[in-house]
């Protein structure tokens, strides 16, 4: 299995993508391919103690990098000697199989879409991160990929965070709900009432165990395994989980270290307290794939430290093995609405 990396996307490359590089194929024995400017990318490996790169690590050079003050549907386009558009053109003629970046959401969409292309039939690539839920955890469909989306986007959406969850969470029977602001099926906008028809409809036919209308309070109790929406809900839904969560840390933190009494609590709550950290955390994730292109693509968040690039490769072996992409392209006659 060998995974490109982006090594010049994000806040923290070229040091921390190519620490958690290395990692991952010291740990796993994955190959890697580092795209990026290579005097920078070497000097990142000599100073995690690798003077020479280890066996399975190689370097590609890209002397452009893509910044968030670019525009992002066409820099890939303007510098065609970017991290971005040489590792997805390497992913394109298959010298990896899968490409892993931290850079713009924005810039790595568009080259995906353009360069790599979506599967034949598929409308729009959706991003689908897992958000922690009572019930484990939950595959949030768009979140963030596409703002405006129409009722074909959204159905497909759907088969496709169902077979994401299938082939890669192993799930086998997998809940579908559809993000609303009410249970029953006349509650939404036209999208959403429309979509809700065509969920319906699959469901009928067997082919999608859609749970009907699902407001985000219940999502996040668990009550389903695939949440539908348009990238714009998504996204706001995904960033409101962040900030409660990062909010309920530090006040557990503040009311824990008050006195004497809640730090021997604490103490006697510290396993607990650090397994529900862990539900919160990023980087134990370390991005999402982005459902619908042809080929693998993982998006790790563009703050990810070391440990979040080595859980987003170890994501990206396990997209490329799951046989996803087979699944999708076999069932697109499903996803149609005409």
């Known amino acids: ?18 620490k958690g590089a290395l990692a991952a194929n010291r740990d796993t024995g994955v190959e890697i391919v580092l795209v990026g400017r290579e005097e920078a990318v070497r000097k990142a490996a000599a100073d995690c103690g690798a003077a020479s790169l280890p066996a399975g690590v190689s370097i590609v050079n890209a002397t452009e990098v893509i910044e968030i003050c670019d525009d992002p549907a066409t820099a890939f386009k303007h510098k065609k000697d970017s991290s971005i558009t040489v590792g997805l053109n390497m992913l394109k003629s298959g010298e990896g199989d899968a490409f892993v970046s931290a850079g713009s959401t924005g810039a790595l969409l568009a080259a995906a879409t353009l360069l790599v292309k979506r599967i034949r039939g598929i409308r729009r690539a959706a991003m689908c991160p897992v958000i922690p839920t009572a019930g484990g955890g939950a595959v949030l469909i768009d979140c963030g990929a596409n703002a405006a989306c129409t009722a074909e986007y959204l159905l497909q959406f759907a088969y496709l965070g169902n077979f994401y969850v299938k082939q890669v969470l192993g799930i086998p029977n997998p809940r579908v709900g559809l993000l609303n602001i009410g249970a029953e099926p ?13 969920l319906q409809r699959s469901h009928e036919a067997g082919r999608l165990n859609f749970v009907g209308n699902i407001e985000a309070k219940e999502a996040i109790k668990g009550g389903c395994d695939v949440i539908v929406t348009d990238g714009f809900s998504g996204n706001v839904m995904l960033k409101t989980i962040e900030g409660v969560g990062s909010y309920l840390g530090r006040e557990v933190k503040g009311m824990f270290l008050k006195s004497l009494k809640t730090k021997v609590a604490a103490l006697l709550m510290k396993d607990g307290l650090r397994e529900f950290k862990t539900k919160l955390d990023p980087d134990r994730v370390g991005g999402t794939a982005f459902l619908g292109i042809s080929r693998p693509v993982i998006k790790a968040h563009g703050s990810s430290g070391a440990a979040a690039i080595a859980n987003a490769i170890g994501q990206a072996v396990t997209v490329a093995e799951s046989g996803i992409i087979q699944e999708i392209e076999a069932h697109i006659e499903d996803m149609k609405t005409e």
């Not at 299995?1 to 190519?18: L, T």
């Not at 006349?186 to 065509?198: A, H, N």
């Open 186 to 198: 006349s509650k939404g906008d036209d999208l959403r009432r429309e979509t809700y028809d065509l």
């Open 1 to 18: 299995m060998k995974i490109i990396v982006d090594a010049m996307g994000g806040d923290n490359a070229p040091a921390e993508i190519v």
